[in-house]
Nanobody, 116 residues
Framework: EVQLVESGGGLVQPGESLRLSCVAS????????MSWVRQAPGKGLEWVSS????????HYVEFIKGRFTISRDNSKNTLYLQMDSLKSEDTGVYYC?????????WGKGTLVTVSS
């Protein structure tokens, strides 16, 4: 089955860290760029970060630069998002997406809540 499954979300306090994972199956993971997209409560989808098929190039939305790190392990068909110095405004559902031009395959998301 072609799918993406995210995990690693949870409830943390401001300033803490989380590491999200996204396991891919059913397609050649290392042929594709991958992205993280989030949706804050009551808001639309917001692109967060992308990486190329080999992880050598990474791109981030401006307001998370220096706090989040995207990476991948193609031997494990897994995409990661290391999130440090979390803020309340980082709260939302985080999705991973297969990326080729557009994003044509999405996971169901994992909820991140940053609250004191």
């Amino acid at each position: 089955e072609v799918q993406l499954v995210e995990s690693g979300g949870g409830l943390v306090q401001p300033g803490e860290s989380l590491r999200l994972s996204c396991v891919a199956s059913g397609f050649p993971f290392d042929d594709y760029a991958m992205s993280w997209v989030r949706q804050a409560p009551g808001k639309g989808l917001e692109w967060v970060s992308s990486t190329t098929w080999n992880g050598r190039e990474t791109h981030y939305v401006e307001f998370i630069k220096g706090r989040f790190t995207i990476s991948r392990d193609n031997s494990k068909n897994t995409l990661y998002l290391q999130m440090d110095s979390l803020k309340s405004e980082d709260t939302g559902v985080y999705y991973c997406a297969k990326t080729l031009g557009g994003m044509d395959l999405w996971g169901k998301g994992t909820l991140v809540t940053v609250s004191s």
